[in-house]
């Protein structure tokens, strides 16, 4: 993409903040020097540790905070007060804060439960997307939903009151089948419907400006795939994948090898659509492969241009039995010192392919 393209390409919305804009450019700018990394809930807790302040598992790892930090909006729907995870709502937004002064970048996921069932996101009763869309059952009550996740992003501000961009990945994996909103349970047209209600009501009933769509499938193989439920380039700024190690890495190379054929399909399409291509999430849960950054995360991704890289959240709290209720975890996916794959990640941060917090404030990505 020349420097002319990357100046002139608008965001998806065309009201967007100016940072929000800069940020969009700037992305697409910054695509040569490397691949910012990301981690989810980064600052809230980790491995025997919940909301220390300043402390980070990527800077506990490699000495300085990640490029991006992931969060999560599950449950904000009901109107709780903690996200899935058990984040506070409040906290996190201080959270973001931190990150965007830092001059990292925000990604927010919305896990939202089941709309008919009353079921969790695993949920995958038929017929929740047909539910919500314009003239369902439950449309009123979705945009209910909708509501409460507009004011969260509209309160998101700095001390001076400028809206923090915030990278918005919804209705994500949908190309698997263990959500409510995935290819199993709704049609192409529906899931179309669904993100340009959800773009549509964002933007022009509640004036949410400081937004960039993710668009974010699991598994597909071809192009055609990729873009069965695609909702067309008005409504999306940054074209997205996730893929997990599964299996023993020691005898296959089934991850890398797909890894690498998925990206080179998303590249092309996100390079004629002058999109933003990333990889959303990965991770193999707890790395017992000591080489798995090097020979199995960076092959896999190759020489592609990726904005970023996300890895999933360490530690903390997980759902318990019960509605609220919350059990101590100790998976994770940035390895600390005992782990096989901890040399392994030292190498991948030495490598200079991946933007840390230091690199990635030196981009200026929102001036």
């Given at each position: 993409?020349?420097?002319?393209?990357?100046?002139?390409?608008?965001?998806?919305?065309?009201?967007?903040?100016?940072?929000?804009?800069?940020?969009?450019?700037?992305?697409?700018?910054?695509?040569?020097?490397?691949?910012?990394?990301?981690?989810?809930?980064?600052?809230?807790?980790?491995?025997?540790?919940?909301?220390?302040?300043?402390?980070?598992?990527?800077?506990?790892?490699?000495?300085?905070?990640?490029?991006?930090?992931?969060?999560?909006?599950?449950?904000?729907?009901?109107?709780?007060?903690?996200?899935?995870?058990?984040?506070?709502?409040?906290?996190?937004?201080?959270?973001?804060?931190?990150?965007?002064?830092?001059?990292?970048?925000?990604?927010?996921?919305?896990?939202?439960?089941?709309?008919?069932?009353?079921?969790?996101?695993?949920?995958?009763?038929?017929?929740?997307?047909?539910?919500?869309?314009?003239?369902?059952?439950?449309?009123?009550?979705?945009?209910?939903?909708?509501?409460?996740?507009?004011?969260?992003?509209?309160?998101l501000k700095t001390a001076k009151g400028e809206p923090i961009p915030?990278?918005?990945?919804?209705?994500?994996?949908?190309?698997?089948?263990?959500?409510?909103?995935?290819?199993?349970?709704?049609?192409?047209?529906?899931?179309?419907?669904?993100?340009?209600?959800?773009?549509?009501?964002?933007?022009?009933?509640?004036?949410?400006?400081?937004?960039?769509?993710?668009?974010?499938?699991?598994?597909?193989?071809?192009?055609?795939?990729?873009?069965?439920?695609?909702?067309?380039?008005?409504?999306?700024?940054?074209?997205?994948?996730?893929?997990?190690?599964?299996?023993?890495?020691?005898?296959?190379?089934?991850?890398?090898?797909?890894?690498?054929?998925?990206?080179?399909?998303?590249?092309?399409?996100?390079?004629?659509?002058?999109?933003?291509?990333?990889?959303?999430?990965?991770?193999?849960?707890?790395?017992?492969?000591?080489?798995?950054?090097?020979?199995?995360?960076?092959?896999?991704?190759?020489?592609?241009?990726?904005?970023?890289?996300?890895?999933?959240?360490?530690?903390?709290?997980?759902?318990?039995?019960?509605?609220?209720?919350?059990?101590?975890?100790?998976?994770?996916?940035?390895?600390?010192?005992?782990?096989?794959?901890?040399?392994?990640?030292?190498?991948?941060?030495?490598?200079?392919?991946?933007?840390?917090?230091?690199?990635?404030?030196?981009?200026?990505?929102?001036?």
């Amino acid at each position: 993409m020349s420097s002319v393209q990357a100046q002139t390409k608008l965001t998806a919305d065309p009201n967007a903040t100016r940072q929000t804009k800069n940020l969009y450019r700037n992305l697409l700018k910054a695509l040569p020097e490397g691949i910012m990394f990301g981690h989810q809930d980064d600052l809230a807790y980790g491995m025997g540790w919940i909301g220390v302040p300043g402390k980070s598992t990527i800077k506990d790892a490699v000495g300085e905070y990640p490029g991006v930090y992931g969060w999560e909006l599950g449950n904000i729907e009901l109107g709780d007060l903690h996200n899935l995870d058990s984040v506070s709502f409040e906290k996190m937004k201080d959270y973001i804060r931190e990150g965007y002064a830092r001059g990292g970048v925000v990604t927010i996921s919305w896990h939202a439960n089941h709309p008919v069932t009353g079921g969790n996101a695993w949920d995958t009763t038929h017929g929740a997307v047909d539910a919500i869309i314009p003239g369902g059952s439950k449309h009123e009550i979705f945009k209910l939903w909708l509501d409460r996740v507009a004011n969260f992003m509209l309160d998101l501000k700095t001390a001076k009151g400028e809206p923090i961009p915030v990278i918005f990945r919804p209705y994500h994996e949908f190309t698997g089948n263990w959500f409510w909103w995935c290819q199993n349970t709704c049609t192409p047209d529906e899931f179309k419907e669904l993100w340009r209600f959800t773009y549509t009501y964002f933007t022009e009933n509640r004036g949410v400006h400081n937004l960039l769509y993710a668009y974010n499938p699991e598994k597909y193989e071809t192009r055609e795939q990729y873009l069965e439920r695609y909702p067309g380039d008005e409504f999306v700024d940054i074209l997205s994948l996730d893929m997990y190690q599964y299996g023993d890495p020691a005898n296959s190379n089934a991850f890398e090898t797909s890894l690498h054929h998925r990206l080179r399909i998303l590249t092309e399409i996100a390079n004629e659509k002058n999109k933003i291509p990333a990889l959303a999430e990965t991770g193999f849960l707890n790395t017992p492969y000591a080489q798995w950054f090097t020979q199995k995360l960076m092959k896999g991704i190759g020489d592609f241009p990726l904005s970023y890289v996300l890895l999933w959240r360490d530690g903390g709290y997980v759902n318990g039995p019960e509605k609220g209720s919350f059990i101590p975890s100790q998976d994770h996916f940035i390895p600390v010192g005992s782990d096989p794959a901890f040399w392994d990640f030292q190498r991948l941060y030495r490598s200079g392919r991946f933007l840390f917090q230091k690199k990635t404030a030196r981009l200026k990505l929102y001036e």
